[in-house]
Every structure is written in C-alpha cells, then in structure tokens.
C-alpha cells in the first residue's frame, strides 16, 4: 500500500496492493434488499446511503474505500482533482470503524471526504497550491471542520487541488470531468471535481468570491456556501477575513442536509421552517446588476427554471435591487484586497518570486484605499447586509444566476465569479442547484438565496428546486 502521508504524483496511480481487499474482510457488500453492489453502485451511492449500509453491516468501510480508491486509481489521471492521496491512513481509518459496535457508529461512519488543500489535515501537507509550501511538514492538528467530520466517523481521504492560496483564477492540471477541455472552476476545484466524477460522496471548499458556487455550477453538483460565520475557519489559509467561508459539495441534497445538522447550521427549533408548498411558494428571481454578462447558457437555464416554478405552482416575482447594490461590488473590492494584503505579507516576504503576480500586487500596490474609504465600505456593506435581509424575507427564497455560462474552454481560467461576489459580501447563504444545461449539453447552474442565518430555509428550497432540475442533467 501506499505510505501514510505519502504525497502521490498526480496520474502516477496506485501499487496494485493498495487496492486489495484486506484477507480478514469480506469482500462484497450488499444493499437492504440482499442485493450484490459492484464497484460502480458503491462509487454511485450517497454519503447517507453509504453509511447507512456500513452501520447495518451490509458493507464494510474497508469495502467502501477500496471501491473509491479504485475510482480514482482508473480516473484522475486525467482529471487530476487530487493533489495529495494518504490510502493506507484511510485504510487504517476504515479498519478501526469496522471494529466499532453499532451502536458507537456516527452518521458519516466510513464516509470517505476530500479536503481542499488550504485546510489543515492532521499528518497530512497543506500545500495551498503553491510552491513555497512544497517541504513543509505536515500539519499537527485538525482544522475545525475536519476534527467535527472526523467525530462523525468521516474518513479523511486526502487533500484536493486548489488554485494558489484559493486567490487566484489562474488555473491548474485539474480538468472538468464533463469535459476534460474545461476547468472546472475554482478555487475549491479538486473538490468540486472529485465529488462530481464519483471519488468521494463530500468534499468541502472555501469561497472568498465565488470559489464554491462557480465550480458547483461548471460540474453539476450541488454546492453550499452556508452563511458567513457558520462555520469555524479555524485551521484554514486566510485570504478575507471578512468574505472567507467554508462550504460543502455533494451529488444530492441529502447529504447537504446530513452535513447541516452534524456541522450544527442554524441549529435549535426556532431555525426550523415549515415545509415549501408549491401552490403558495413565492420566489423572488433577481437577475442582480451583473445580468449584462449572462450568456445563452444562463439566459437558457434562467428562463427554464422560470417556467419549471410557475408550472409546480409557485409565484414567481421578478426583483430589481435598489441602485445602492450596485456599489456593493466597490465595497467588496476595497475589503478584500485591504485584507488580502494582511494575509499574504507574511508570504510576501518569505518568497514573493513565488508568488503569482495577482497575489503580490495585493503588498506593492501604491494605491491602497484610505483609512476613510475602508471604513466607509466596512459601514456601508454592512448596512446593506440589515437591507438584503428585509428584501429576501419578503419571499419564500430567491433565485439568482451562478454563472455567467457553461464552464470556459481551456485550463488557464477558471471563470468569472461576478454572480458570486455580491452575495459573499453580505453574507448571505448561497446554493448552487444544478440540473440546467447550456448550448453544448453543460451544466448551468443557478443560485438559491436568502437572508442571513436563513441556511435551513435555504436547503428546504434547494431540496424543491433540486427535484424540478433533477432529471435534466445527463449523467457523467
């Protein structure tokens, strides 16, 4: 097998005893009805499903690992969505929730999940997709989120690529799986990628702009960026501190809903919303001041989902925001780039050749935003935050753009992210459905929203929308 915290080469593949079954396990698995599962009904399951089948004895995590292991061993040679692959810790990992009795067994037990590669992993690199990172050790302890998945009987499988430092949109090696001439967005791109090609059921991301919903839309998954502040971002790379978010991607709602309540998003009674009736849904559609760059894929998938809400009964109600928004994308900007100087000085003055220029001008640029204009846009974002909450309580949820089309050909860019900022920067909870397609059969995602702190009523409408998309999307 391969070694614990061995990094492996991207496309080098596995030594042919890292995929065999250990002697002492069996060697199949079965669903509730006694039916024999192949390779390709494992790598196909749900994380739900594939706990559930672990935590009744129908299959071993052992079992489970191998199959995705194998997945990946015959795939991401091509689409390279991993950069760093620990298979013998994921193997001890799995043998050690095999020994656990039922009733010891978490709701993620032998849920293998990948991790974007700024987010510390006890014993594992973090690279950040840069080389001034290339021989550092490995981390000694857990990121926050990856202690919590752990807890709940998650593996840790390995880390996933990410563009350097998730601040660039200079893309990498890692490829669409929908069509390999693609990217598939970023920055959290290995982890969009993986989930999507069948390696793990989760994976979690980081958006600071659109890094989570744009790589969800370009490969058709579903992909959460919770409110900010829901999740600890204890142990992960800086960029913004006020925009920097942790997210997660999945193949289905389920496992979007399992993940809000083990990560305890708007946790308690009072956060429950009553379910969405369809004849009685009122949705807000806000094209946002962005919609001059929609492309026919966005227009296409836009006037579909329209169509698709009206004909289940909901009213649908189109919204212009005030003008004032419009500056938000300013605001954004001065933030983000006043942080970003914060965060990567350290770096700066350690390697600055290193650094690609995108992420140097954030320390030598000479025009940095005045005390006065940092503040205003400290102030003024945040009053639009109290604004954006009155507007989207007035709807059952709104619908927003991802994307501005399919995902770009070529791997030098990973797209543009002007449907995500806004949306970051006020902080509010954002979910990419995916189901729609552009001109060339792609996916077009598009965007449910809503107030603050409304991340459950944002799943319950995900959940609903997602089953109207459902059945459009081809299969990879």
Known sequence: MLASGTLV???????????????????????????????????????GEASGLMRSGHMTAQRYVLSLLSRINQRDGRIQAWVFLDAEGAMSQAKALDGLAPEQRGPLH???????????????????????????????????????LRSAGAIILGKTATTEFAATSRGGSCRNPRDLSRTPGGSSSGSAAAVADGHVPIAVGTQTGGSMIRPGSFTGTFALKPTWGALSTEGVGRFSISCDTLGFYTRNMDDLSLLSEIVRISPGSRNIPPPLRPSSCRVAFIRSPMWPKAGPGTQGAWEQAERLLEQAGATVVHVELPKVFNRCYDWRETIVSSEARVAFLPRYIQAKEKLHPSIRKYVESREHPSSEALCEAYDCASQLRNQWDKIAREFDFVLTPSVPDEAPVGLEWTGSSAFCTLWTILHAPALNVPGLVGESGLPVGLTVTGPRSADRRILEAGRFVGKLFGDLQPAL
């Open 9 to 47: 080469p991207v496309g080098s593949g596995f030594p042919a005893s890292a995929l065999s079954p250990p002697r002492s396990q069996p060697t199949t698995a079965y669903d509730e009805r006694g039916k024999l599962l192949t390779d390709a009904d494992l790598t196909s399951l749900s994380a």
């Open 110 to 148: 032998g849920v293998p999940v990948g991790i974007k590669d700024i987010i510390a992993v006890k014993g594992m690199p973090t690279r950040y997709g840069s080389t001034i990172h290339d021989h550092d050790d490995p981390a000694p302890a857990d990121a926050a989120i990856v202690s919590i």
